[in-house]
């Protein structure tokens, strides 16, 4: 059983597209994040949910927009796509502060 | 805000060797140290951590090292093996659910 999955795997998609990307968890994990790898594999948070709350918000274009409908669900929206969202985007889930965080697989996400 | 630099950003290593990732931290309020194992087109996946008020953990081959003074902490991998072979992230937490990552480092690991 997929602890953390991510829908879809590959995203391609043209600039000023509207898209989505679907997370859910299986763990009954209270906290859920999204993070960035870009080309350079570096990561960075984006957000952060803890019970469905936005906890942390960091700096993201206000063109990301985040939705937790429930404990087990953080989605990901991202109006008019640009170029240098291309990247891959990868939801987590951890019980709490200090304990592992468990990543899904990935969103490729390539703007055209 | 808190800033982790990680070194080397590739190294390799012949099967048997050790090998040594080393990361240092700015905050020096930072008090969890996670190591992180990404294979490819797999998401990471957390090898070992370490709190601040631990200076050494081990698991297997896996050791961590934490020096609070100076700020860094190291990654130890014993007996090297293929399957070692990833790309390896420190990355450093202050009492938040904030994870600031490294800039990974690529282990490989030659038959």
């Known amino acids: 059983d997929t602890a953390v999955s991510q829908t879809p795997k590959y995203l391609v998609t043209q600039m000023g597209n509207d898209k989505s990307i679907k997370c859910e968890q299986n763990?009954?994990?209270?906290?859920m994040y999204w993070y960035k790898q870009d080309s350079k594999k570096f990561l960075k948070i984006m957000f952060s949910?803890?019970?469905?709350?936005?906890?942390i918000n960091e700096t993201v274009p206000n063109r990301f927009s985040p939705k937790s409908p429930d404990k087990a669900h953080l989605n990901l929206h991202i109006n008019s796509l640009e170029l240098g969202d291309s990247a891959v985007y990868f939801c987590?889930?951890?019980?709490?502060?200090?304990?592992?965080?468990?990543f899904g697989q990935g969103t490729r996400l390539t703007v055209v | 805000g808190e800033n982790v630099e990680q070194h080397p950003s590739t190294l390799s290593v012949q099967e048997g060797d050790s090998a040594v990732i080393k990361c240092t931290y700015s905050?020096?309020?930072?008090?969890?140290f996670p190591w992180y194992k990404q294979e490819l087109g797999k998401g990471p996946q957390l090898i070992i951590d370490?709190?601040?008020?631990?200076g050494e953990k081990k698991d297997q081959r896996i050791a961590v090292t934490l020096n609070k003074t100076a700020k860094h902490f190291s990654l130890h991998i014993t007996e090297t093996q293929p399957e070692d072979s990833a790309v390896y992230f420190c990355?450093?937490?202050?009492?938040?659910?904030?994870?600031?990552f490294g800039t990974g480092t690529r282990l490989q690991v030659f038959p």
């Open positions: 987590a889930s951890s019980q709490a502060w200090g304990h592992e965080a468990f």
């Open positions: 763990l009954g994990h209270d906290t």
């Open positions: 949910y803890n019970n469905k709350e936005l906890i």
């Open positions: 905050d020096s309020a930072s008090n969890y």
């Open positions: 370490i709190r601040s008020n631990v």
């Open positions: 990355a450093a937490s202050v009492n938040t659910d904030k994870l600031i």
